[in-house]
């Protein structure tokens, strides 16, 4: 039973990402780079983009917002003048812990792809299922708060080991908490030795501008060049 | 298509729900209570349970620690001399993102069931799933950091409208945070009207003793007697 689960799982993952890849073919021929976003709830993806994303020289960004429920994350994007589409995980009881292919397939149509050069699909904020399920972008980006503790990477490891820049967040907040940043980076190196990573606080500004020059730069490149 | 997957989500939910009435019959028949604690990653579960597992007047605790991978919050609690037994959700790729009914049954013979009053069983950090599975619990209690955000319970109603207590966790932090407790309460109460909520951090201690006594009186009553 335990080895037909594990199979189960396993063709449910090969059909997602049979559907990324024609996510990602649909992206590259509008010329659209993707960044999924994730973290666990409350860490700031939210407030990290509406710190950036209106600004990003010389490139339009647009932004997929998914919720198990609600829109209070897109209507303060929206408050920024960026195109910003709604995608909700809730057809039935409780709702979905993560977006996959098929929902981001079901919005493409909604998204102004012609108007845009940059897609950040924020993600439902979870460490486990959402790193488990492609949906089509170039780059995973994931932030973690300096509130939740030093050993995450070691405790949500498939997180921290498939993302491609690590945004530390709240870092305003160090003075006030017994959290060690080394032993954080320590355990980062564990499970993703080098993975870039940025010290920042959406909440001061501190780090911002860094994390701006970098989504900057990677929709600068073509889709085509961007890590797979 | 639509209407076969939310019968199959609804069919598994009732398979789960009737192993965790057995779970419960069972923890009965050992007098013991229990509780599914539940949070998001890094609000404070255990750091909670420090404070208070090892001396609960009067009451024997016992904890099940579920997560993804690893036992480091196995390891913190079990420094206590109480009682605890791990549980991982990582037999394939990626690793469940929540407990269910038929994995803390395959626990059940590892529980010391018989040296306990109560048993605590600390799920995997995540604001959506676990709050649809039953275990067999008596009570839910789960935990919310101040630095997540006043909007969590509009995003994530479910898990705040099942459970039995609120712990509203790190408000040591309150003086450094743009966060409008009223205004958290006034979300809660839209989505849980007077649900119990206690205001304190694991960090200081404020606030700890009336989690202590919470438990206390949970355990002296008789489990048959507990909330459904």
Not at 36 to 47: C, D, E
């Amino acid at each position: 039973m335990h080895r037909t689960k594990v199979r189960i799982v396993e063709d449910a993952l090969d059909a997602n990402n049979t559907i990324a890849r024609a996510n990602r073919a649909d992206f590259d021929r509008a010329g659209v780079t993707v960044v999924n976003l994730m973290s666990a709830p409350g860490a700031g993806k939210t407030s990290l983009l509406e710190r950036v994303a209106g600004e990003v020289p010389g490139v339009r960004v647009g932004v997929l917002e998914g919720d198990v429920q609600g829109s209070i994350d897109a209507e303060r994007l929206a408050a920024l003048h960026i195109p910003v589409t709604q995608l909700n995980t809730d057809p039935s009881f409780g709702g979905e812990c993560h977006l996959d292919a098929n929902m981001v397939r079901s919005a493409l149509a909604a998204l102004p792809l012609a108007e845009i050069d940059l897609l950040v699909i924020e993600n439902v904020g979870n460490l486990v299922c959402p790193a488990e399920f492609r949906v089509g972008e170039d780059v995973r980006v994931m932030v973690s708060s300096v509130t939740e503790g030093e050993d995450k990477p070691l405790k949500y490891p498939l997180m921290f080991r498939t993302c491609d820049l690590v945004l530390v967040n709240k870092i305003d907040l160090l003075a006030h908490l017994d959290y060690d940043l080394d032993r954080f980076l320590y355990n980062l190196d564990q499970v993703h030795p080098d993975v870039p990573r940025m010290l920042l606080s959406a909440r001061t500004g501190e780090g911002v501008e860094a994390w701006r020059e970098w989504l900057a730069d990677l929709a600068l490149r073509s889709p085509q060049g961007a890590p797979a």
